[in-house]
């Protein structure tokens, strides 16, 4: 909790910190997945006993973008959401997980380095998701995959509230 009795408008530590924090979660799109207050989730929705899945991702590469163009000429907006993680560990499993995630339509719940949830894909991923198998050429180098995900939708990303990622927490398989 930050100590605001002086009056200062500063960030208080560990706040507005870049990066994703070590998780990303994905799940198969379903309309209203989440209820939304403006631009916050309240509650599950469309989501309640669906499955979903999580993955560890490490390093300063994983990003969340969003970049929203309002054309007041043509009247048109849009929002891309760009998602970049980098999963470690190479395996069939895994490989068997991403053909299965890269054939359909999917959405994603990312978590923050600040430790705030955000539902990305709220109209699905419906432009483009890539997967990209590495090994490195050195024993430093990762081993593993790039994952990008790009969707576009009109407004921005919804944050989940507490209540709503304990209950989103939950379906993680």
Known sequence: MC???????????????GGLSGEVYFFNYVED???LTGRLATALDGLTGQTVYKYVIKGDS?????????DHKTGSKVNTQTLVTQLFRQDSATS?????????????VVKDANGEYRWMGED???VTSTAQAITGGAST??????VTLV?????????????????????VA
Request: proline fraction near 1%; aromatic fraction near 8%; hydrophobic fraction near 40%.
């Open 62 to 70: 994983n990003t969340f973008e969003e970049n929203i163009v309002s």
């Open 141 to 146: 180098d990762t081993n593993g995959y790039n």
């Open 3 to 17: 100590d605001t009795s002086i009056g200062a408008n500063r960030l208080c530590r560990n706040q507005g910190q």
């Open 151 to 171: 969707a576009e939708t009109l407004k921005s990303a919804p944050f989940l509230d507490a209540t709503t990622v304990t209950a989103f927490l939950a379906l």
């Open 124 to 126: 699905g991923i419906n």
């Open 96 to 108: 068997v997980e991403l053909d299965a995630l890269l054939e359909s339509n999917v959405s994603a």
């Open 33 to 35: 997945a989440f209820t």
